[in-house]
C-alpha cells in the first residue's frame, strides 16, 4: 500500500476516488490517499454494516 495506494478499490458505499479499501481476512482497512500520505481511517469487521457517515 505505501508504494501503490491506489491498489485498493474505492469504497463502494462512497464512490470517491481518495477512499480506497483493502480487505484482510475478516477486515476492511478503509484509507483515504492525500497528496503526499495515506491516512487509514478505519478497520471494520466484515460482519458489520459500514457507515460511511462515521468517517
Given at each position: 500500500?505505501?508504494?501503490?495506494?491506489?491498489?485498493g478499490r474505492i469504497v463502494p458505499e462512497t464512490n470517491e476516488?481518495?477512499?480506497?479499501e483493502i480487505i484482510m481476512g475478516s477486515?476492511?482497512?478503509v484509507y483515504r490517499i492525500?497528496?503526499?500520505?495515506v491516512e487509514i481511517l478505519?478497520?471494520?469487521h466484515c460482519a458489520?454494516?459500514?457507515d460511511?457517515?462515521?468517517l
Open positions: 500500500m505505501e508504494t501503490f495506494p491506489e491498489c476516488a481518495s477512499l480506497r477486515y476492511r482497512l492525500q497528496s503526499d500520505s478505519t478497520v471494520y458489520r454494516l459500514f460511511p457517515s462515521q
